[in-house]
């Protein structure tokens, strides 16, 4: 009987580790500061990005009291090749290729919150959207492409390839819903995204996700469902 049970625990810490194949109405739990503790993210797609759209909702209470990392996207060329970060008291930070552009906010609802980031080369014009509400568009890195295998990491900002964490920045909170694709959605896609639809992602994709989760990472039911 313990022997059974010892495989049962064993099958779902794997379960946990490796993750499910479809994480639609799960949310990867960071329950309290580190800095070891993190999802690592595969891509479907492994080719470099002349645009994309990354859309993902999380839930913290962190905007009041300090900085935090929001979706990490390092390749070799630039451990910021795609960056959301929230600053304390300024707002969401968006960074393409290791340059960035500050889109001020005062502080985030206590809530959970939406948020739709896009970029394209061509012009450089860079979106974000909190909410259901667009920002005003500003242009970053004009002529810039994102490079391939990239490190793909949520709960913590890389300042190197793939690592140099800092407990200071990492997220504690719910972070799901996490859909990535290699262009720029329209307005129409993105509402019809944060009303619940998927559009086919098909760089990263919540309903057939590739991930690893280290240190202490929960999979519980989302809370905004």
């Keep these: ?12 810490s794997l379960s946990q580790a490796f993750g499910h194949e479809d994480v639609s109405t799960w949310a990867f739990v960071f329950p309290k500061v580190s800095d070891t503790s993190y999802v690592s993210l595969e891509a479907e797609s492994k080719e470099p990005l002349n645009a994309f759209t990354v859309c993902l909702r999380f839930y913290t209470a962190l905007s009041t009291v300090r900085s935090f990392s929001i979706f990490s996207y390092a390749t070799e060329k630039s451990y910021n090749d795609i960056l959301l970060f929230w600053t304390k008291d300024k707002g969401y930070h968006f960074a393409v290729g290791g340059p ?31 909410d259901g509400k667009p920002r005003v568009r500003k242009s970053l890195n004009e002529g810039y492409t994102v490079w391939t295998n990239a490190s793909i990491i949520l709960g ?33 896609q993105i509402n019809a995204v944060y009303v619940g639809g998927t559009l086919s992602p098909n760089v990263l994709n919540w309903r057939s996700l590739k991930y690893k989760a280290q240190g202490e990472v929960f999979i519980k039911p989302q809370l905004w469902s």
């Design 100 to 130: 960035e552009v500050l889109f001020t906010v005062s502080e985030i609802p206590q809530a959970p919150t939406h948020i739709y980031a896009s970029w394209e080369s061509a012009t450089g014009i860079v979106e974000l959207w909190v």
């Design 1 to 12: 009987m313990e022997k059974l049970l010892w495989r049962f625990l064993t099958m779902i």
């Design 156 to 188: 913590q900002e890389q300042d190197s390839y793939g690592g140099r964490f800092d407990a200071k920045q990492s997220l504690v909170g719910d972070i799901g819903d996490v859909n990535m694709w290699d262009f720029v959605l329209s307005p129409e």
